[in-house]
């Protein structure tokens, strides 16, 4: 149904001396469900409104559906927005908030009526149409924000922390729904969000934002798989990010030498670099191992036990054991075997 | 607590009253709602009373029927009405665009429309009746410049149009106020909204913009059109007087205060001044969308375009050659020499001056007592009803509240009125009478003032979380202690401007002081005022004073701001642990 992709080239945009955003460019491809995912500051919101034209660049190109959309008014662009906050007009009925946009666009009374009540079956809301915004909950409040975007058959839906101002116990619930939605109506989407649980769940690919700039593009699996720098390891997921150096023999730290796969070595210079390990690719051994440590720490989180541990000369790792009954967690001061499989681990050179 | 619940099933009703209300805070309510009573309650019953009966006592609705046979009162009646709401509609004119500007737009003269907002509650219409007369009227600067270049004048000042002319101006920002809080407070979401819909420029003001912004414009156009229906001093000036208010002076004051005409007028302002408020606040039933908004995204000011610039300054200019027009007025005046059939005075001179400081400097050091005395009082009131309210279970504290802010709805006359007639027979040690004492004035100028006072003690005291005094008693500090450190430090310059909001209104007061003001000794500036404006030579001297209310007026004011920026500063800070 969409027909637009979204393609950022080479944005650039600041308040005065604030620099928001620093050379983004990215493509967002028809049909897609997309995510910025960033921390708050990162200007994932800001490129948002960008592309629906509230704000110009100072410099770069926004092409929507192929065109031109750089300096297109917001009212020009045809471009659904859902806001944070909703944005639902109070002094209007639900049924008046979502037939706003189809009366801007000069559509028929018979066409308008029928088209507001197909947006609110879409969300499940037909029976609330005459109702006031005040007197629905906040889950159906945002439905009628999407409803009302949805109705203007837009060519890029772009959702704005649409889970934030939902109780946690909902949310889940209504991000597999927006999920369901967009692929049935194959609409391109942008979620804005700073919950990577939010982001892999929902997106299809996702660009990771950070002081400005975008640092990864990928799927979800890929960027956490293969992230390009700390700052991506440590944002999707927890991760050891481990100080050392890198020669033929393997990677140096905290007084360990940690095998390598054969081909990490050879892709680069030998040097100092990071080395990023995800908890879970540290196995625990009872008896036995490779290397030795001690716990430090333990704490059990119900489906697994997260450990803290030392080893080598004051090397600290987090490390993660599934919990099953039976197993007793291991009390601080313990000994531990590891084992660690050089296959997970993601060298990172700055 | 635990301890009373333990007593309760033996002496279940002393426990219950014991839990809810201490002899402090009996006495207190008491002794509050006693004044009220005596000031309030009582006079403005009496005035209904009178209204109601015939000559044996018994309930009559013949003054009524008097009143509507009368060709003058209906004509009075009538012209009340066309006056308020044409006030209204030019204070709008004036208002929404200015409102607008300010609240969505970026324009360089934002400090300049503020400005605006401020200069004219400064000047007490009755004063600037005066000067706008010598600015516009028939004889005035304008019209003779007009005549002289193109011949021909414009009669703006001429009978009720000049009433129009001259309240417009004074009470539009009421409106600009109300409006642009209204407007900043609409999430600017909510219009990016419309935005994004496809709504643009006009549209988007019509359908969102000013939907969401018409509870702050009803409740200052509600408040114009009162104010303006209700108002004495204005018309009286401008020597208008076939409006009800003026009416209503005029047979209690020449006829007497036997008869029965000014009491049904009282009423009849009394009643459309609810009524009006009343369906302002039926209008705006379920309209409060303040609070259903999530986030705000504070101020979004658009940029304007070059025509839009041109089309603002082009608005802003003209009004603020009307706005400053009476201030400049009075100043020529009080300067002016000789100031007739001529577009300036003939030339400065500083006698008149003089002339109020060397002869009737009472009527300012009366205003600084009166006043004074006044502000204190709705303060020392203010804080007890804030307290009542907000911090005790007292029975029918509500009430309190209530009453004293039902001072908003009674015309200053009526008060006056009703005042004149329950006290005019008693009778001072020095066999002058109570109702037209300076100690009389000075406690109706506190009733009249008291809302303010209140709402702003309220305002203060909610500020004082009750879990910084619950905080201090943990630490071991008594009620008194924790009063005295805590409170009343928290609470100081809410109460500061309380106390000066209510100086400098009072100060300008002239409804009631009218009626109930008779001696020169005992008068306040601005029954002083209208005293010299009776007569030509008098104007001088008359705007001299004019001009001292105003620096009083726009000195407190400034200095109520200030307190309050002051308050607010403090709040933020202590509020944001990184600029702890």
Same mark, same amino acid.
């Given at each position: 149904?969409?027909?637009?992709?979204?393609?950022?080239?080479?944005?650039?945009?600041?308040?005065?001396?604030?620099?928001?955003?620093?050379?983004?460019?990215?493509?967002?491809?028809?049909?897609?469900?997309?995510?910025?995912?960033?921390?708050?500051?990162?200007?994932?919101?800001?490129?948002?409104?960008?592309?629906?034209?509230?704000?110009?660049? +100072?410099r770069g190109r926004i092409m929507i559906g192929g065109r031109d959309a750089t300096r297109l008014a917001p009212w020009d662009r045809n471009v659904g927005l859902v806001f944070q906050s909703y944005a639902l007009w109070p002094h209007m009925t639900v049924g008046e908030n979502v037939?706003?946009?189809?009366?801007?666009?000069?559509?028929?009374?018979?066409?308008?009526?029928?088209?507001?009540?197909?947006?609110?079956?879409?969300?499940?809301?037909?029976?609330?149409?005459?109702?006031?915004?005040?007197?629905?909950?906040?889950?159906?409040?945002?439905?009628?924000?999407?409803?009302?975007?949805?109705?203007?058959?837009?060519?890029?839906?772009?959702?704005?922390?649409?889970?934030?101002?939902?109780?946690?116990?909902?949310?889940?619930?209504?991000?597999?729904?927006?999920?369901?939605?967009?692929?049935?109506?194959?609409?391109?989407?942008?979620?804005?969000?700073?919950?990577?649980? +939010?982001?892999?769940?929902?997106?299809?690919?996702? #660009?990771?934002?950070?002081?400005?700039?975008?640092?990864?593009?990928?799927?979800?699996?890929?960027?956490?798989?293969?992230?390009?720098?700390?700052?991506?390891?440590?944002?999707?997921?927890?991760?050891?990010?481990?100080?050392?150096?890198?020669?033929?023999?393997?990677?140096?730290?905290?007084?360990?030498?940690?095998?390598?796969?054969?081909?990490?070595?050879?892709?680069?210079?030998?040097?100092?670099?990071?080395?990023?390990?995800?908890?879970?690719?540290?196995?625990?051994?009872?008896?036995?191992?490779?290397?030795?440590?001690?716990?430090?720490? #333990?704490?059990?989180?119900?489906?697994?036990?997260?450990?803290?541990?030392?080893?080598?000369?004051?090397?600290?790792?987090?490390?993660?054991?599934?919990?099953?009954?039976?197993?007793?967690?291991?009390?601080?001061?313990?000994?531990?075997?590891? #084992?660690?499989?050089?296959?997970?681990?993601?060298?990172?050179?700055? | 607590?635990?301890?009373?619940?333990?007593?309760?099933?033996?002496?279940?009703?002393?426990?219950?009253?014991?839990?809810?209300?201490?002899?402090?805070?009996?006495?207190?309510?008491?002794?509050?709602?006693?004044?009220?009573?005596?000031?309030?309650?009582?006079?403005?019953?009496?005035?209904?009373?009178?209204?109601?009966?015939?000559?044996?006592?018994?309930?009559?609705?013949?003054?009524?029927?008097?009143?509507?046979?009368?060709?003058?009162?209906?004509?009075?009646?009538?012209?009340?009405?066309?006056?308020?709401?044409?006030?209204?509609?030019?204070?709008?004119?004036?208002?929404?665009?200015?409102?607008?500007?300010?609240?969505?737009?970026?324009?360089?003269?934002?400090?300049?429309?503020?400005?605006?907002?401020?200069?004219?509650?400064?000047?007490?219409?009755?004063?600037?009746?005066?000067?706008?007369?010598?600015?516009?009227?028939?004889?005035?600067?304008?019209?003779?410049?007009?005549?002289?270049?193109?011949?021909?004048?414009?009669?703006?000042?001429?009978?009720?149009?000049?009433?129009?002319?001259?309240?417009?101006?004074?009470?539009?920002?009421?409106?600009?106020?109300?409006?642009?809080?209204?407007?900043?407070?609409?999430?600017?979401?909510?219009?990016?909204?419309?935005?994004?819909?496809?709504?643009?420029?006009?549209?988007?003001?019509?359908?969102?913009?000013?939907?969401?912004?018409?509870?702050?414009?009803?409740?200052?156009?509600?408040?114009?059109?009162?104010?303006?229906?209700?108002?004495?001093?204005?018309?009286?000036?401008?020597?208008?007087?076939?409006?009800?208010?003026?009416?209503?002076?005029?047979?209690?004051?020449?006829?007497?205060?036997?008869?029965?005409?000014?009491?049904?007028?009282?009423?009849?302002?009394?009643?459309?001044?609810?009524?009006?408020?009343?369906?302002?606040?039926?209008?705006?039933?379920?309209?409060?969308?303040?609070?259903?908004?999530?986030?705000?995204?504070?101020?979004?000011?658009?940029?304007?375009?070059?025509?839009?610039?041109?089309?603002?300054?082009?608005?802003?200019?003209?009004?603020?050659?009307?706005?400053?027009?009476?201030?400049?007025?009075?100043?020529?005046?009080?300067?002016?020499?000789?100031?007739?059939?001529?577009?300036?005075?003939?030339?400065?001179?500083?006698?008149?001056?003089?002339?109020?400081?060397?002869?009737?400097?009472?009527?300012?050091?009366?205003?600084?007592?009166?006043?004074?005395?006044?502000?204190?009082?709705?303060?020392?009131?203010?804080?007890?009803?804030?307290?009542?309210?907000?911090?005790?279970?007292?029975?029918?504290?509500?009430?309190?509240?209530?009453?004293?802010?039902?001072?908003?709805?009674?015309?200053?006359?009526?008060?006056?009125?009703?005042?004149?007639?329950?006290?005019?027979?008693?009778?001072?040690?020095?066999?002058?009478?109570?109702?037209?004492?300076?100690?009389?004035?000075?406690?109706?100028?506190?009733?009249?003032?008291?809302?303010?006072?209140?709402?702003?003690?309220?305002?203060?005291?909610?500020?004082?979380?009750?879990?910084?005094?619950?905080?201090?008693?943990?630490?071991?500090?008594?009620?008194?202690?924790?009063l005295r450190r805590i409170v009343v430090p928290l609470m100081a310059g809410g109460l500061a401007a309380a106390f000066v909001t209510s100086f400098a209104t009072a100060a300008v007061e002239l409804s009631a002081t009218l009626v109930l003001a008779t001696r020169d000794v005992d008068?306040?500036?601005?029954?002083?005022?209208?005293?010299?404006?009776?007569?030509?030579?008098?104007?001088?001297?008359?705007?001299?004073?004019?001009?001292?209310?105003?620096?009083?007026?726009?000195?407190?004011?400034?200095?109520?701001?200030?307190?309050?920026?002051?308050?607010?500063?403090?709040?933020?800070?202590?509020?944001?642990?990184?600029?702890?």
């Open positions: 149904m969409s027909e637009a992709g979204v393609d950022v080239q080479s944005v650039s945009f600041g308040y005065g001396a604030t620099r928001v955003l620093e050379d983004v460019s990215l493509t967002v491809r028809k049909g897609e469900f997309f995510a910025f995912l960033g921390p708050s500051g990162s200007g994932k919101t800001t490129l948002l409104r960008l592309i629906a034209g509230f704000g110009q660049p +100072e037939a706003f946009g189809l009366e801007q666009r000069r559509v028929g009374r018979a066409e308008r009526d029928r088209r507001v009540r197909a947006a609110l079956d879409l969300v499940g809301l037909a029976q609330f149409i005459d109702r006031r915004p005040a007197q629905l909950s906040g889950g159906q409040q945002q439905r009628v924000a999407i409803a009302r975007t949805l109705a203007i058959e837009p060519d890029v839906l772009l959702l704005d922390e649409p889970l934030s101002n939902l109780d946690a116990g909902l949310r889940a619930g209504v991000r597999a729904e927006l999920v369901e939605l967009q692929r049935r109506l194959g609409l391109t989407t942008i979620l804005v969000t700073h919950d990577q649980e +939010e982001a892999n769940a929902a997106a299809d690919r996702m #660009a990771v934002l950070h002081e400005g700039r975008v640092l990864q593009v990928g799927a979800p699996t890929e960027l956490y798989d293969h992230p390009v720098n700390r700052f991506v390891a440590g944002f999707l997921g927890t991760a050891n990010m481990l100080e050392g150096a890198l020669d033929a023999e393997g990677f140096h730290t905290g007084g360990l030498l940690l095998p390598m796969p054969s081909g990490i070595a050879e892709t680069g210079p030998p040097g100092r670099a990071t080395l990023a390990l995800r908890p879970q690719a540290i196995t625990l051994l009872r008896e036995g191992g490779a290397l030795q440590a001690r716990v430090l720490r #333990a704490e059990f989180l119900g489906g697994h036990v997260r450990y803290t541990l030392e080893a080598g000369e004051g090397l600290r790792l987090v490390a993660e054991e599934p919990h099953l009954r039976g197993l007793a967690p291991l009390s601080a001061g313990s000994a531990i075997g590891l #084992a660690l499989d050089p296959a997970q681990a993601t060298l990172l050179r700055q | 607590m635990s301890a009373t619940t333990e007593a309760a099933p033996a002496r279940p009703f002393l426990a219950r009253y014991r839990t809810e209300a201490s002899p402090v805070q009996i006495v207190a309510a008491l002794l509050v709602a006693a004044f009220l009573l005596a000031f309030l309650i009582v006079p403005v019953g009496r005035v209904f009373m009178v209204a109601f009966q015939a000559g044996d006592g018994a309930f009559t609705l013949v003054h009524f029927a008097d009143f509507f046979r009368t060709s003058l009162f209906i004509e009075s009646f009538w012209n009340s009405l066309y006056v308020a709401s044409m006030s209204v509609v030019f204070a709008s004119l004036i208002a929404v665009p200015l409102a607008v500007m300010l609240a969505r737009y970026r324009f360089p003269g934002t400090a300049l429309i503020t400005t605006l907002g401020v200069l004219p509650l400064v000047m007490p219409p009755f004063v600037g009746a005066v000067a706008m007369q010598l600015v516009f009227g028939r004889n005035g600067t304008v019209n003779l410049l007009l005549m002289d270049w193109f011949g021909f004048r414009l009669d703006l000042m001429d009978g009720l149009n000049g009433v129009i002319f001259v309240q417009s101006l004074h009470y539009f920002p009421f409106i600009l106020m109300n409006l642009t809080a209204s407007l900043s407070n609409v999430d600017i979401s909510m219009e990016e909204a419309g935005q994004n819909l496809g709504a643009k420029n006009f549209t988007l003001l019509r359908r969102i913009v000013l939907p969401l912004a018409l509870p702050g414009y009803l409740a200052g156009a509600s408040l114009v059109f009162v104010k303006v229906f209700d108002d004495l001093a204005t018309p009286l000036m401008l020597n208008v007087t076939n409006m009800l208010a003026p009416q209503a002076y005029l047979r209690v004051t020449s006829v007497g205060l036997a008869d029965p005409m000014g009491y049904v007028i009282s009423v009849i302002l009394v009643v459309v001044s609810v009524a009006a408020m009343g369906l302002a606040a039926l209008l705006l039933r379920g309209r409060d969308y303040a609070t259903q908004q999530r986030g705000g995204g504070g101020l979004g000011r658009r940029e304007l375009s070059r025509r839009g610039l041109i089309l603002c300054w082009c608005f802003v200019v003209p009004v603020l050659f009307l706005v400053l027009a009476p201030h400049i007025g009075i100043l020529l005046l009080s300067f002016g020499t000789i100031w007739s059939f001529s577009p300036l005075p003939d030339g400065l001179t500083l006698e008149h001056y003089g002339t109020v400081l060397r002869e009737t400097p009472q009527f300012i050091t009366n205003t600084l007592l009166y006043c004074g005395l006044a502000g204190l009082i709705d303060v020392v009131i203010g804080v007890t009803i804030a307290w009542l309210v907000l911090r005790t279970k007292l029975p029918g504290r509500k009430l309190l509240d209530l009453a004293a802010m039902s001072a908003l709805a009674v015309p200053g006359l009526v008060l006056g009125i009703g005042i004149l007639r329950t006290y005019f027979d008693v009778k001072l040690w020095d066999g002058a009478s109570l109702a037209t004492s300076w100690i009389m004035l000075t406690i109706v100028l506190a009733v009249r003032r008291l809302p303010y006072a209140l709402r702003a003690s309220t305002a203060a005291l909610q500020q004082v979380h009750r879990s910084l005094e619950e905080a201090a008693e943990n630490m071991g500090a008594g009620k008194v202690t924790t008068a306040p500036l601005s029954f002083g005022i209208y005293l010299f404006m009776q007569s030509a030579s008098g104007r001088g001297p008359g705007a001299a004073l004019g001009v001292i209310a105003v620096l009083v007026v726009a000195i407190c004011t400034f200095a109520a701001h200030r307190f309050a920026e002051r308050e607010r500063g403090r709040r933020t800070r202590s509020s944001d642990p990184r600029a702890a």
